[in-house]
């Protein structure tokens, strides 16, 4: 077993030494390994709260956020598949699906409690119709982001919900800078088709 020793392509730390073969601490993750789990932990931690934070905004959500993320990911390591893609990418996917759940509940919970207040006054109509416009466009784009394949709704997701830019994006996802670019481009074409925009 080459175990840690390994190094995927594109898996190299910032001093140019040999980084953790990811994938590998997830399969031995995957078979109830504690050791090879609190190495992945190690290794992409902090990658992780920052992705997360730049989501939620807030450190003690990030942290609960981030801790959902890792307890997701030992709980299912064993759907990872290295075809589809590179272990940081499968985590980071999981992590930012956790943040942006935080987030729409957080939301959620607000409506809740403007929905309440609005019961007990006058609505001007401008603002009604303004937020039933709000929320008709919501659910275009939620719809629109469904039909794109997982490679381009990730790229998109980090770079316009997560606010990374396209050089971020490709560090992240462990890919070339025109491939996330090809990625995020082609994600764009496909909304603004999906939703009609301009027709």
């Not at 019961?119 to 303004?130: F, G, L, P």
Request: glycine share 8%; no cysteine; aromatic share 6%.
């Amino acid at each position: 077993m080459s175990g840690l020793s390994s190094v995927p392509s594109g898996e190299q730390s910032p001093g140019g030494t040999a980084a953790p073969d990811l994938g590998e601490l997830l399969r031995r993750s995957s078979r109830g390994d504690e050791a090879a789990f609190a190495g992945l932990y190690d290794a992409t931690s902090s990658r992780v709260y920052g992705l997360v934070l730049r989501v939620v905004r807030d450190p003690a959500q990030a942290q609960e956020v981030t801790q959902e993320a890792f307890l997701e990911t030992w709980r299912t390591a064993s759907r990872f598949d290295p075809a589809r893609g590179s272990a940081i990418s499968w985590l980071l996917t999981i992590a930012h699906r956790k943040a942006v759940d935080r987030v729409r509940s957080a939301e959620a919970s607000t409506r809740r409690d403007t929905t309440y207040h609005q019961t007990n006054q006058t609505v001007a109509h401008d603002t009604t119709a303004e937020a039933a416009t709000t929320v008709i466009e919501g659910q275009r784009v939620r719809k629109a982001m469904a039909d794109l394949t997982d490679a381009q709704r990730t790229a998109i997701e980090l770079a316009y919900f997560g606010g990374y830019t396209h050089t971020e994006v490709a560090t992240m996802l462990d890919l070339p800078v025109g491939t996330a670019k090809t990625r995020i481009r082609d994600g764009l074409i496909r909304l603004r088709d999906t939703m009609g925009v301009g027709q």
